[in-house]
């Protein structure tokens, strides 16, 4: 199993480009989600997905979108970057267990907007 | 959302046992706690889960207080691989949202 896996490992965009951070997974979970970490901090939930079809808002949804057409996949959406984008994104994914589940997370994402 | 409250840092001795604390005061009864930690430049992995009971397994120890307002993740022999932040988190069931704090980061000594 390749596990949770995310591309591109570094991006670089000017403000108000658009692009779409990829991330899956091939160990049939049904939870995935999206974090970003800024420097020095701890991770901050952006989006997350219980199923395909299915997505909810985490604490910094703003400026993001996602969806989930495939247990597979949960790609993420900048619509108009801002420099208040640049972080480290990471995504994970766990079985679903009703609280006691593990996450499994990808490398990362480091996104810089100029 | 309860939160959780580590101390910024601290240090170890190699080969000596770390015991790693977190304070979760507003945890309710149906919220797991949830430790991960991060090396340097890598996505977080997971370390060790509980609801109210202690739990061990290969890499640490977790000790929960019998009122469950804290918790003390315990390494019983810490390496230098072991230098990474560690976070606890509250996990509730029912519910997909793990709250990250700022975490612990833990320096290992030789």
């Known amino acids: 199993n390749a596990g949770v896996t995310q591309t591109p490992k570094f991006q670089v965009l000017k403000t108000g480009q658009s692009m779409t951070l990829q991330c899956a997974q091939d160990?049939?979970?049904?939870?995935m989600s999206w974090y970003r970490q800024d420097p020095g901090m701890g991770l901050r939930l952006i989006h997350y997905?219980?199923?395909?079809?299915?997505?909810d808002q985490g604490e910094v949804p703003n400026g993001y979108n996602v969806s989930r057409s495939t247990t597979e996949d949960f790609p993420l959406r900048l619509l108009s970057a801002a420099p208040s984008q640049t972080s480290v994104y990471f995504c994970?994914?766990?079985?679903?267990?009703?609280?006691?589940?593990?996450?499994?997370f990808g490398p990362g994402t480091r996104l810089l907007v100029l | 959302d309860a939160k959780t409250t580590q101390p910024n840092s601290m240090e170890s001795n190699e080969e000596e046992p770390v015991h790693l604390p977190c304070n979760h005061s507003?945890?309710?009864?149906?919220?797991?706690i949830h430790w991960y930690r991060q090396l340097p430049s890598q996505g977080p992995e997971y370390v060790i889960h509980?609801?109210?009971s202690n739990v061990n397994n290969r890499m640490a120890s977790l000790a929960i207080a019998e009122d469950r307002k804290s918790s003390t993740l315990i390494l019983h022999r810490a390496t230098l691989r072991d230098a990474a932040v560690y976070y606890c988190?509250?996990?509730?069931?029912?519910?997909?949202?793990?709250?990250f704090g700022t975490g612990t980061r833990l320096k290992v000594l030789a």
């Open positions: 994970a994914s766990s079985q679903r267990q009703g609280g006691g589940e593990t996450q499994y």
């Open positions: 160990m049939n979970h049904e939870y």
């Open positions: 997905s219980v199923g395909a079809g299915i997505t």
């Open positions: 507003t945890i309710s009864g149906t919220d797991y």
């Open positions: 509980g609801l109210t």
């Open positions: 988190i509250l996990r509730a069931s029912g519910t997909y949202k793990y709250i």
